[in-house]
């Protein structure tokens, strides 16, 4: 009786115990002086896999501007200098330069030579506009919707990868307190009967 008494002794401490990690958990959330509301751009960056300098524009967004601004009725070399100018920054100034070089009468590969390896859905895009005259609204959402089951496919990939990764601490945290909690007691309780 009295070891039985011990171990209910026992897992009530061990319950308690939980407590001041609850207090401490609940404490964590409240807003610590000198802690930044807002992320930096590192930060953003590592969250959301982009890399960069702050202020440039995601390629799919270049991508569905090129389309409303070509789908508006104007030309290519007009269409990616107003989105340049929308843009602006590095990927801006590259469009910008494209649309000059296109109107003063240069090929499709010499207008984007100082473009960024990240351009090239763009590139790919309208080449076929240029080159050949087809139509640019089809290539462009084509492509965007490529760059999109790209990045979901990435994202899916990443969540499992997460879900492995998960498993291992969740099971060293649950196991031990299972065993204390719920082994420890009934073990106690059956050697105090075989005992007595």
């Given at each position: ?86 843009a ?7 469009l ?15 207008a ?33 919707a ?5 990045r979901r ?36 309780s ?7």
């Amino acid at each position: 009786m009295r070891l039985a008494a011990v171990a209910i002794a026992l897992t009530l401490c061990l319950l308690g115990a939980g407590a001041p990690w609850l207090a401490v958990r609940s404490a964590a959330r409240l807003p610590v002086v000198g802690v930044r509301a807002r992320p930096d751009h590192a930060e953003v960056a590592r969250a959301t896999g982009s890399i960069g300098p702050p202020g440039r524009l995601d390629v799919l967004v270049l991508l569905d501007l090129l389309d409303a601004a070509i789908a508006s009725g104007v030309s290519l070399p007009r269409a990616l200098a107003a989105v340049g100018d929308a843009a602006g920054g590095v990927d801006g100034g590259v469009l910008k330069l494209a649309s000059s070089a296109l109107v003063m009468g240069a090929d499709w590969s010499t207008a984007w030579v100082a473009a960024p390896v990240r351009l090239d859905p763009v590139i790919e895009g309208l080449a076929p506009t240029w080159v050949t005259g087809a139509a640019p609204g089809p290539a462009l959402r084509a492509a965007a919707a490529h760059l999109r089951r790209e990045r979901r496919t990435a994202a899916r990939e990443a969540v499992g990868r997460l879900g492995v990764h998960l498993v291992l601490p969740l099971g060293l945290c649950f196991l031990p307190a299972f065993v204390l909690i719920g082994l420890v007691p009934v073990m106690v309780s059956l050697g105090a009967g075989l005992v007595s």
